[in-house]
C-alpha cells in the first residue's frame, strides 16, 4: 500500500465521516491492512481515531501517531484472524473468507444499549458483527465539532476469536 492508497483511504473517510456505520467500516478495514500493509496501517487508524487520542508526531503522514499502536499492531499481526473475523471471516474457512464486502453491524443485539446518540447525544456505540465470536463487539464513536464520527474505543474488536476449525483439534 503506497503513499496514493493512503490519500484514497483518507478521502473515503471525507466522504463517509458524517456516518458512523461507514467510520466503522473504515477502522476495521485499517485493522485488515495490519495484515497487509503495516506500514501504513497505523497512518490508516490516525484517520479515523479522534485525535485527543493521538500524539501529534511531525513527519507522519497524517501529523499524529497512535500511542500504544504497536500493541493492537502485534496482537492483530499475531493473530490476523481477529481482523477477518470482523470483515466477515469464519472459523469453519479458516478466516480465509474474510471480504470487507461481507462486514456488518448487528443492530438488534442490546438494541436499547446501542445506537447513534447513545449513551449520550454526539456518542455513538455500535456491534460489529464477529464471524469468530458467539456474540458481537462494541465500538464506540463521538461526533467532533466537524461533525465527523472518530473512533474513540475499540478494544473489544481486537480480543481473540475461536479457532479455526481445521485446527481446533491440533494441540
Not at 27 to 37: Q, S
Not at 101 to 120: I, K, N
Request: charged share 20%.
Amino acid at each position: 500500500m503506497s503513499n496514493d492508497a493512503l490519500a484514497g483511504f483518507q478521502a473515503r473517510y471525507d466522504q463517509h465521516a458524517a456516518d458512523p456505520a461507514e467510520v466503522v467500516r473504515l477502522f476495521v478495514e485499517a485493522l485488515l491492512a495490519i495484515e497487509t500493509a503495516p506500514d501504513l496501517a497505523p497512518q490508516m487508524m490516525c484517520t479515523v481515531i479522534a485525535r485527543n487520542l493521538l500524539t501529534a508526531t511531525p513527519g507522519t503522514a497524517t501529523g499524529y501517531a497512535l500511542p500504544r499502536a504497536d500493541q493492537t499492531i502485534a496482537r492483530l499481526s499475531a493473530s490476523p484472524a481477529i481482523a477477518r473475523a470482523l470483515a466477515g471471516g469464519t472459523p469453519d474457512a479458516a478466516y480465509a473468507d474474510a471480504d470487507l464486502s461481507r462486514f456488518a453491524l448487528d443492530r438488534s443485539y442490546s438494541a436499547r444499549a446501542q445506537g447513534v446518540d447513545y449513551p449520550a447525544p454526539g456518542k455513538a456505540k455500535l456491534f460489529v458483527a464477529c464471524g469468530g465470536a458467539d456474540t458481537p463487539r462494541p465500538i464506540t464513536l463521538a461526533r467532533n465539532n466537524a461533525g465527523q464520527w472518530k473512533v474513540t474505543e475499540w478494544s473489544s474488536l481486537t480480543v481473540g476469536v475461536k479457532r479455526p476449525a481445521a485446527a481446533a483439534g491440533d494441540f
